[in-house]
């Protein structure tokens, strides 16, 4: 397993165009999360799963955006009808959820994919 | 809220000297606290995590906790120019259900050879 990983790793569309996202986390994990980042800020969070179920959104997460993991493998983000403002990195992590504080949570990212809409 | 503050650089310091990088989180039930270092146009990498008061030290960086100031910060020792990278703090909170970290904005650090 080599990490993480993502793609496309870059998208350039034109505004109210959809676009899709695709993540595979590491395959023991069962947790995993969409973040957004935009420059000189840190990661957002944007939703989470764990297995399948969605269990976490975001108020970023406007009704444009959707995200599934079906099976509780990958998982898709999609934007519908993008817009300038939804420029930005969209990261994607998994982490294995476990008892105890310790090494529980460490959340592993992958590449990213770089959104530019125009 | 959950508020995770840092001062966003950059700084500077001279090559083999010490970074001292630090945090400041506003929720105060927070439990685990992570640094990740992430380098220009990629992504972020964990660094260490910490969750009981005082250091945790991993070669040559060491992470120190004071949760009564709400405080956590990372030094790095024997500073080199591969660790000039933008550092992000990262706070777990409980109750949040989703194990989500919430992140500051980063320093950036510049380590000057």
């Known amino acids: 397993d080599t990490g993480v990983s993502q793609n496309p790793r870059h998208k350039i569309t034109k505004r109210g165009q959809n676009v899709t996202f695709r993540c595979d986390p590491i395959?023991?994990?069962?947790?995993l999360y969409w973040y957004r980042q935009t420059l000189g800020q840190g990661p957002e969070f944007l939703t989470y799963?764990?297995?399948?179920?969605?269990?976490?959104k975001s108020r970023l997460l406007s009704d444009r955006f959707s995200a599934e993991r079906p099976k509780g493998s990958f998982s898709t983000l999609e934007i519908q009808r993008t817009e300038q403002g939804d420029s930005a990195m969209y990261l994607c992590?998994?982490?294995?959820?476990?008892?105890?504080?310790?090494?529980?949570?460490?959340?592993?990212f992958g590449a990213g994919s770089r959104l530019t809409v125009l | 809220q959950k508020e995770v503050e840092q001062n966003s650089g950059p700084l500077s310091v001279p090559e083999g000297a010490i970074a001292s990088l630090n945090c400041t989180y506003s929720?105060?039930?927070?439990?685990?606290f992570f640094w990740y270092r992430q380098y220009s146009g990629k992504s972020p990498e964990l660094i260490m995590f910490?969750?009981?008061?005082g250091d945790k030290e991993d070669g040559r960086f060491t992470a120190q906790l004071n949760k009564a100031s709400q405080y956590v910060s990372l030094l790095i020792r024997d500073s080199q120019p591969s660790d000039s990278a933008t550092y992000l703090c990262?706070?777990?909170?409980?109750?949040?259900?989703?194990?989500?970290?919430?992140f500051g904005k980063g320093t950036k650090l510049s380590v000057i050879p």
């Open positions: 992590a998994s982490s294995l959820g476990g008892p105890g504080l310790a090494g529980a949570n460490v959340l592993t």
């Open positions: 395959s023991e994990h069962n947790r």
């Open positions: 799963f764990q297995n399948e179920a969605q269990l976490e």
């Open positions: 929720d105060r039930g927070s439990q685990s």
């Open positions: 910490i969750y009981s008061n």
């Open positions: 990262a706070v777990r909170s409980p109750g949040a259900g989703s194990y989500q970290l919430t």
